[in-house]
T-cell receptor, first 113, second 110 residues
Framework: DVKVTQSSRYLVKRTGEKVFLECVQD?????MFWYRQDPGLGLRLIYF???????EKGDIPEGYSVSREKKERFSLILESASTNQTSMYLC????????????FGPGTRLTVL | KQEVTQIPAALSVPEGENLVLNCSFT??????LQWFRQDPGKGLTSLLL?????REQTSGRLNASLDKSSGRSTLYIAASQPGDSATYLC?????????FGAGTTVTVRA
């Protein structure tokens, strides 16, 4: 079974802090994704990566950056957290092709005070 | 930009009734369509994946159809159970990306 894990289930940070969200997959998947989920807005793609050190902006990249130094690990970075970044953050991975299933992690509920 | 709509937003049915969940999308040039289930506070679980060349997929009590030309997909859940209570999300694949609907929250009453 594919396993996607996220470093924290719940996280509370202060405005202006630098925040790191980590995601690890154990199935040698090429593609990895970061989404945020908000009530009434659904899931929105922040960034994705189709290879090590490669990244592409999604629909809402502002205020975020990402890092993929190893194939299995994809990090989302909030350089200076703001209250409007309070959200559920979901990581996903897929094998190699755009037709493949995306597998999701359990999510990180981030609260920025 | 792909827009995905799910109607209704919420549904409550008695146990045993069949469920019909609808998804529509604006751009028919899709690679695939996925249905996911999400329990409160949890991540997404993939239920069914339909490739653009397929018309339907089945898994147990679940059946999903795809009509690309009209921009619609329907998820059928037969003989619903209280354990089917969850939010069901439809997602359309274009290139590497998925565009999600807002979901239908289902409550199955015992």
């Amino acid at each position: 079974d594919v396993k996607v894990t996220q470093s924290s289930r719940y996280l509370v940070k202060r405005t202006g802090e630098k925040v790191f969200l980590e995601c690890v997959q154990d199935m040698d998947h090429e593609n990895m994704f970061w989404y945020r989920q908000d009530p009434g807005l659904g899931l929105r793609l922040i960034y994705f990566s189709y290879d090590v050190k490669m990244k592409e902006k999604g629909d809402i990249p502002e205020g975020y950056s990402v890092s993929r130094e190893k194939k299995e690990r994809f990090s989302l970075i909030l350089e200076s957290a703001s209250t409007n970044q309070t959200s559920m953050y979901l990581c996903a991975s897929s094998l190699s092709d755009s037709t493949d299933t995306q597998y999701f992690g359990p999510g990180t509920r981030l609260t920025v005070l | 930009k792909q827009e995905v709509t799910q109607i209704p937003a919420a549904l409550s049915v008695p146990e045993g009734e069949n469920l019909v969940l609808n998804c529509s999308f604006t751009d028919s040039a899709i690679y695939n369509l996925q249905w996911f289930r999400q329990d409160p506070g949890k991540g997404l679980t993939s239920l069914l994946l339909i490739q653009s060349s397929q018309r339907e997929q089945t898994s147990g009590r679940l059946n999903a159809s795809l009509d690309k030309s009209s921009g619609r997909s329907t998820l059928y859940i037969a003989a619903s159970q209280p354990g089917d209570s969850a939010t069901y999300l439809c997602a359309v694949g274009n290139d590497y990306k998925l565009s999600f609907g807002a979901g239908t929250t289902v409550t199955v009453r015992a």
